[in-house]
T-cell receptor, first 112, second 114 residues
Framework: KNQVEQSPQSLIILEGKNCTLQCNYTVSPFSNLRWYKQDTGRGPVSLTI?????NTKSNGRYTATLDADTKQSSLHITASQLSDSASYIC???????????FGAGTTVTVRA | EAQVTQNPRYLITVTGKKLTVTCSQNMNHEYMSWYRQDPGLGLRQIYYSMNVEVTDKGDVPEGYKVSRKEKRNFPLILESPSPNQTSLYFC?????????????FGDGTRLSIL
């Protein structure tokens, strides 16, 4: 069964600091990997989408990396702001069907 | 404004009373999907649709029905709701399923089945 595992489950950081979230997956054959941000009480919003041939993609202060050989991805948040407090979800798509495999998410809390 | 609209946003009901959660998108997207989100489990796919009159089961379809008679609408039907269907539900849409387009999510429907 395709799986997506995220770590840590939660983390607390001080405003202005950086942090990195991890995503390991077993989905194969791989199509693309997505990172979403979900604010409390809202639907997820797409941050980045990476295909097999891309190993890094940025969206403002968010930078995602992908190592398709080791089936690992990371999301780096630079100079965190209070508005970065949210759940970050890693989603992986297989190339043989149209189902998406979701990680359980990492909850980030940014404190002043 | 491009959006996915779900109704209702909140609903408390009783076991066995049929209910429908509507989902509508204004982006002319082919692909639509329903998810439920429970604490510690993340988002799990219930049903998806790749186009009008084409629907397929996701990972947790038991107890749910869907239909896709029009491109813009994808209602989720609970024929006989039970307490284990108490959850936060999200509808999402995107362009053609095989593309690398992001999914657009609605703001969610919180269902409580007593």
């Amino acid at each position: 069964k395709n799986q997506v595992e995220q770590s840590p489950q939660s983390l607390i950081i001080l405003e202005g600091k950086n942090c990195t979230l991890q995503c390991n997956y077993t989905v194969s054959p791989f199509s693309n990997l997505r990172w979403y941000k979900q604010d409390t009480g809202r639907g997820p919003v797409s941050l980045t989408i990476m295909t097999f041939s891309e190993n890094t993609k940025s969206n403002g202060r968010y930078t995602a990396t992908l190592d398709a050989d080791t089936k690992q991805s990371s999301l780096h948040i630079t100079a965190s702001q209070l508005s970065d407090s949210a759940s970050y979800i890693c989603v992986v798509s297989a190339s043989y069907d149209y189902k998406l495999s979701f990680g359980a998410g990492t909850t980030v809390t940014v404190r002043a | 404004e491009a959006q996915v609209t779900q109704n209702p946003r909140y609903l408390i009901t009783v076991t066995g009373k049929k209910l429908t959660v509507t989902c509508s998108q204004n982006m002319n997207h082919e692909y639509m999907s329903w998810y439920r989100q429970d604490p510690g489990l993340g988002l799990r796919q219930i049903y998806y649709s790749m186009n009008v009159e084409v629907t397929d089961k996701g990972d947790v379809p038991e107890g749910y029905k869907v239909s896709r008679k029009e491109k813009r609408n994808f209602p989720l039907i609970l024929e006989s709701p039970s307490p284990n269907q108490t959850s936060l539900y999200f509808c999402a849409s995107s362009g053609v399923a095989e593309s690398n387009q992001p999914q657009h999510f609605g703001d969610g429907t919180r269902l409580s089945i007593l």
